[in-house]
């Protein structure tokens, strides 16, 4: 049986009492469980605003961290969502929202994994069991859903820019109000970060900049950014602020008491104040600090954030503090999904559970990189595979154990991961990059400049195309076919299962040039991988099936991009099944986007194609519709001839909300009776 969980009771103790680290960490509770029934929690509660804070006592706001961080527990069980990252900095965002009056003063949160607790302390407490649901919670901060979002982030290493963007903006109409960044250090190795703070020093920009160092990103930090924190924390030594909020080398007085693991094997017996990158810059720099001690941080913070020009304050937290199983897995408890809704497990649905597992599962698309990328590399010793911080989201996790000295992860670092593997295409290797297809946005003049104009042989595996559910429109894959397709010298092919994604990747692999193979977010249909590795003709599509009579007055050829195949082959089953419809559909698994099969396009026109219609998971406006319409009114007699009618179906001109997959794809159209609507439109 469960375990019932509650909160602890306020204690009246004054905030003296709480000053030791010892005392601290008897308050702070590590939880096990997550709980199924609202937990109590009577001083979070209370709040309805950060203002409500004003009136608490240090001692009730280290009450209120164990409350907050049990709530997030019991909310992450029933939406699911980011987990780790936002149990970490519970107490700095308790701290945060007492010591600045927002909305005057503005708080900036970096990607939005930690801004959970913020909602909570916001206002949105009773609605953040709708986090990631339609018509709920947006997993991001949004600045559309509250005042307390000053800027709507999904993507990291943008906070430090905006902020000051703000802090300027303020200072020149003259407004005197605090702007605080919360940067993590993984998100701090994104080469915009470092802009910023070299613009924040030129311009002696009035902003905070917390770096929250949890040695993490999703998966563990790496580089030389890492063990520069790594030995500034394991030197034993911080930069203290004096009370007139000045710099001071002192021990640390938490060594011991704050145990983790030794960061990296290099260490510095005494540092020297100039010997951290933030103050060779030109910021003020203090730390590092538990981000767990409530105390200190109101403290440090209170001091700091009176000071002019840029400052930054280095704390470190533990990613999923609180949570024992994510203080042992923080990769694997980035994340989490919805508890099931009854664990019990009877026999009637052991017995359905073992009969379902007799067939193979799916593999999610990821999978099916990850073992292409193995099989290849066990004969082609030219692949090289680069990664920027998504190793086991993008499937790399196999390849990156079996083939080491081949497995290059360059950190939050879009750019440099495409301009990377240009430079290693000059030596004569293979290098793929895997990336999101919304990541890939960020290294665009790059894949142009450095990869396309000099037609380089460099392959890109684009992951989480398409519509991603619960992550919402900061991570929807939806534009790369048009951002793609308008670059000389690029290969673009998107597969309509997992066995065509395996063996696109290798036609595109064994191609001399740039490529992009596209595939979306989660598992296949459960097509068999064929073996061994096949390439298809560059640019042939392949007609699926022709479904109704040759008599048909109405011919239509639906003309499917990637994984919409399924969908156009059971919204065509649909058409043909109508009797007052009358017509026959060709559909066709299109396979490529450049280049298009124009010679199948000729061939269906010559057949009598009365209706076209292109069908893609990706935006109308520049997609591959408009590639098949450019070519039928730019270079088709036949079409020129016949004038069949023509309609592009995909995502219309709006960015899709947050929910899940299958409500994103009703809310475009995308789902099969949408699709049926617009094609029967089409025809009448």
Known sequence: MQQSIHSPQPQSVSASAFDSAAQLSNLQQTYTVIPRVRPQTPLLDSIAAPADLNTFTTAQLIVLADELRLFLLYS??????????????????????????????????????QAYAHKVL?????????????????????????????????????????????????????????????????????????????????????????????????SCSIGGFSRHLAMLWESGYQVDISDKGEPILCHRPDMQAFDRRKRHKEMRDVPQLEDNLFKAIGFTYFGPFDGHNIPELLRVLSLAKRLKGPVLVHIYTTKGKGFAPAELDPVGYHAISKLPVDIKCDTQSTNKETSQSSSKPALKYSQVFGQFLCDKAAHDEKLLAITPAMEEGSGMTDFARHFPERFFDVAIAEQHAVTLAAGMATQGVKPIVAIYSTFLQRGYDQLIHDVALQNLDVMFAIDRAGLVGEDGA???????????????????????????????????????????????????????????????????????????????????????FGTMVATAQQAAESLTHDDAVGCQVHVVNMRWVKPLDTALLETLLAQGITHIATLEEHMIMGGAGSAVNEYLLNESTAFKRNRPAVCNIGIPDRFIAHGSQAEQMADCGLDIDGVVMQLQQLLS
């Open 76 to 113: 992450a069980g029933q939406s699911g969502g980011h987990f780790g990252a936002n149990l970490g900095v519970v107490e700095l965002t308790i701290v945060l929202h007492y010591l600045l009056e927002a909305p005057h003063d503005q708080i900036v949160w970096d990607v939005g994994h």
């Open 474 to 560: 900061t991570h929807a894959g939806v534009f790369d076919f048009a951002f793609l397709r308008c670059v000389p010298n690029m290969l673009i092919a998107a597969p309509k299962d997992e066995n065509e994604c395996y063996h696109l990747l290798n036609t595109c692999y064994e191609y001399q040039g740039c490529t992009a193979v596209r595939y979306p977010r989660g598992v296949g249909t459960g097509a068999v991988i064929e073996q061994p590795a096949h390439t298809y003709k560059i640019g042939e599509a392949a007609v699926e099936s022709i479904l109704g009579s040759d008599a048909a007055p109405k011919k239509l050829a639906l003309l499917a």
């Open 122 to 218: 916001t206002g949105r407490r009773e609605q953040l069991g709708t986090i990631r649901s339609k018509d709920g919670l947006t997993a991001f901060p949004e600045r559309a859903e509250s005042v307390y979002d000053t800027f709507g982030v999904g993507h990291s290493s943008t906070s430090i820019s905006a902020g000051l963007g703000m802090s300027l903006a303020l200072r020149y109409q003259g407004r005197a109000q605090t702007v605080a960044c919360i940067i993590g250090d993984g998100a701090m190795t994104g080469g915009m970060a470092f802009e910023a703070m070299n613009d924040a020093v030129q311009q002696d920009a009035d902003l905070l900049v917390i770096l929250n160092d949890n040695d993490m990103s999703i």
